[in-house]
C-alpha cells in the first residue's frame, strides 16, 4: 500500500470523531458510546483477513543438508532426504527443487539459535550442513 490507506484512516479519525463516556466502579471499567465509520473500513478490515489467510509461512530458519546438480541429483537428494527422515522422524524434511540444484533442508526454526542448537547435533551425521533463512510453516496452535 503506498499510504493511500493510513490517509483514509486518519482522515476518518479527524472527520468522524466519536464520544465515549465511561462509568468506573470499584472493580471494573466500562465503556460506552457509539462508533460511527464508513462501510467501507469493514470492507477493508475483511480484505486485509483474506490477503492474510493465504500466507502459511513466516520468517524463519532451516538447516541445508544437501545440495547438487547435475546427473543423478534428484536421487541423491532422495536417498539424504530418505536417511534424514528415518532417524529424525519428528522433524519436518523438505526436498526441492530449483533449477539447476536440488536441495534438502530441514525444520522450522522461529530463531537462528533454535537452528544452530539443531545444527551442532546433526554435524556427526552432515558435517557440511548450514543454516538458512527462509520462510517457514507457522508453528501448530493447539
Known amino acids: 500500500m503506498n499510504g493511500t490507506f493510513f490517509r483514509f484512516i486518519i482522515i476518518i479519525a479527524i472527520l468522524f470523531p466519536f464520544s465515549v463516556s465511561m462509568a468506573q466502579s ?45 546427473n543423478n541429483s534428484k536421487n541423491k537428494a532422495q536417498a539424504v532426504y530418505d536417511a534424514f527422515v528415518l532417524k529424525y522422524p519428528a522433524t519436518g524434511a523438505y526436498l526441492s527443487f530449483k533449477s539447476p540444484n536440488y536441495k534438502v533442508r530441514i525444520g522450522d526454526f522461529r530463531t537462528r539459535l ?19 533463512e527462509e ?7 493447539e
Not at 475483511?46 to 547438487?68: A, C, E, P, W, Y
Not at 533454535?114 to 538458512?132: G, H, K, M, S, W
Open 135 to 141: 520462510p517457514i510453516h507457522l508453528p501448530q496452535t
Open 114 to 132: 533454535d537452528a544452530q542448537r539443531f545444527l551442532i547435533e546433526l554435524t556427526v551425521d552432515y558435517p557440511n550442513a548450514f543454516i538458512v
Open 26 to 70: 470499584p472493580d471494573t471499567l466500562e465503556l460506552k458510546g457509539t462508533v460511527i465509520q464508513d462501510s467501507r473500513v469493514d470492507a477493508l478490515v475483511m480484505k486485509h483477513i483474506r490477503i492474510n489467510q493465504h500466507f502459511q509461512t513466516i520468517d524463519g530458519f532451516r538447516v541445508q543438508l544437501f545440495s547438487d546438480s547435475g
